[in-house]
């Protein structure tokens, strides 16, 4: 009997590519190939990102390490979260940044000392009962087992990105519309580029996104 693990799939090398070259978004978060760094002036960005209602994506994000060199600790974070792109938004925070980040959130979503934490959809920063519903990864987790972590940090992702709906447009797909003959080809171009057109449309910031800022703030810094 062959009792041996069987081997998780890798991320396809195709998929870190797209991502870095093209503006793949959920909604307001972009899907990079790495986190992003967040500095003082992306707080705002990153907590409307956190609080968008039509996030379908989990967002991990990362916090400096108050005593290991930010530069050697985003090494170990993008180690940490190699097997994430596509399947989250990843973000690290720088140190000033993640005091204030911290300072917005309120202790009940706070993220410390070089934590890592999974921020799923539907995030109401008002409700600190959900709080345990995002799970953190410790540092100290981080630098006793990285490979472990990283693994650690990819299973929701991955088990959401199973279970979850596909965006609308692709649910619009049939065998037919991606079949690629020479007579359907500028069809299938057209439907497409369409469909392309609408959901830059769609994902665009309003012209009042600095007013759903204010509506964050007010949920965040919550007396």
């Known amino acids: 009997m062959d009792d041996r693990r069987p081997t998780r799939a890798a991320l396809p090398g195709i998929a870190r590519q797209l991502l870095a070259a093209v503006d793949a978004r959920d909604h307001w978060a972009y899907l990079r190939p790495a986190p992003e760094l967040i500095r003082s002036h992306g707080i705002e960005d990153l907590l409307c990102v956190l609080t968008d209602e039509q996030r379908r994506l ?7 390490h108050g005593e290991i060199p930010f530069d050697s600790w985003k090494q170990t974070i993008a180690k940490a979260t190699r097997y994430l792109p596509g399947l989250a938004s990843l973000y690290i ?21 070089g934590s890592v934490r999974t921020y799923l959809p539907d995030l109401d920063l008002a409700i600190d009962e959900d709080a345990g519903r995002h799970r953190v990864l410790s540092e100290a987790r981080l630098q006793s087992d990285l490979p472990r972590s990283a693994h650690l940090l990819t299973a929701l992702p991955r088990r ?11 649910n619009k ?9 020479a007579s359907s080809q500028k069809a299938v171009e ?26 964050c703030v007010i949920v965040a810094r919550r007396a």
Do not use: Q
């Open 58 to 64: 989990p967002a991990v994000v990362a916090s400096a």
């Open 93 to 113: 925070l720088d140190p000033l940044a993640a005091r204030e980040f911290n300072d917005a959130v309120g202790p009940s979503y706070e993220i410390r000392n």
């Open 160 to 170: 959401l990105a199973a279970d979850g709906r596909l965006p609308d447009p692709l």
């Open 173 to 181: 797909l049939t065998r037919t519309t991606v079949t690629f003959g």
């Open 190 to 215: 057209s439907t497409l580029h369409s469909e392309n057109r609408n959901l830059r449309s769609k994902h665009s910031r309003p012209a009042h996104f600095g007013l759903r800022w204010s509506r």
